[in-house]
Nanobody, 115 residues
Framework: QVQLVESGGGLVQPGGSLRLSCAAP????????MGWYRQAPGKQRELVAT???????NYADSVKGRFTISRDNTKYILDLQMNSLKPEDTAVYYC?????????WGQGTQVTVSS
């Protein structure tokens, strides 16, 4: 199975910053669109940010201006820089790779924003 490996989750105070990383096989990284999703307790999974193979980015309105998605096409790493974190950002964050109807998910990493 294709494996996406996430890291960087943890506990941070409101207003703080955190950086998430996702490592993917090079063949997947080069072919697939990549993105970050999150799921809060009792809530549906929602899109956070995506980046296409061509480098275009898209952000949910709730994180626009605070989060930055980036990809390193030589190291095959997808990052999500999260600044000015709010308690409502608390969720399990998932790395995603998509190509048409084919979708791969990471195991998820917990982000908790609390004082």
């Amino acid at each position: 199975q294709v494996q996406l490996v996430e890291s960087g989750g943890g506990l941070v105070q409101p207003g703080g910053s955190l950086r998430l990383s996702c490592a993917a096989p090079g063949s997947i990284f080069r072919i697939h669109n990549m993105g970050w999703y999150r799921q809060a307790p009792g809530k549906q999974r929602e899109l956070v940010a995506t980046t296409t193979r061509g480098g275009s980015t898209n952000y949910a309105d709730s994180v626009k201006g605070r989060f930055t998605i980036s990809r390193d096409n030589t190291k095959y790493i997808l990052d999500l820089q999260m600044n000015s974190l709010k308690p409502e950002d608390t969720a399990v964050y998932y790395c995603n790779a998509a190509f048409g109807i084919i979708t791969y998910w990471g195991q998820g990493t917990q982000v908790t924003v609390s004082s």
